[in-house]
C-alpha cells in the first residue's frame, strides 16, 4: 500500500500575509498570554503538508493551540493511510 507520507510531507509555517503581519500575531499570542486565556490566542502558524516531488502545498490547516500537537496529528495519519484518503479526511477538517 502506498502510504501518505511517502507522497507529501508536513512541517509547520508561519501563516501567510508577510513579515508585519506575521509580527501582530506572534504580538496578539503573546498579550493573550499575559490575559491568562481570558482572549484566544490568534494562530501564528499553519500545517502546510506539500508535495515531496515538487513541493506544491496540498493542504494547509491552523495549528489552533500554537504547538506542534496537529502537526503530530497530520504526520501520524500520513503514517497510517494512503494518499487520497488522507487529502479526504483532512480536507474536511481543514475547510
Known sequence: MDRADERY?????PRPGGR?????R?????????AQGLVPEPTVHDVVVRRRDDGT???RVPSED???HVLTAVR??????GPEEFLARWSVRAG
Do not use: D, Y
Open 9 to 13: 510531507s508536513a512541517a509547520l509555517e
Open 20 to 24: 508585519v503581519r506575521h509580527w501582530a
Open 26 to 34: 506572534v504580538a496578539g499570542a503573546f498579550a493573550a498570554g499575559l
Open 57 to 59: 502545498e496540498v493542504l
Open 66 to 68: 500554537g504547538t506542534a
Open 76 to 81: 501520524a495519519e500520513m503514517a497510517a493511510v
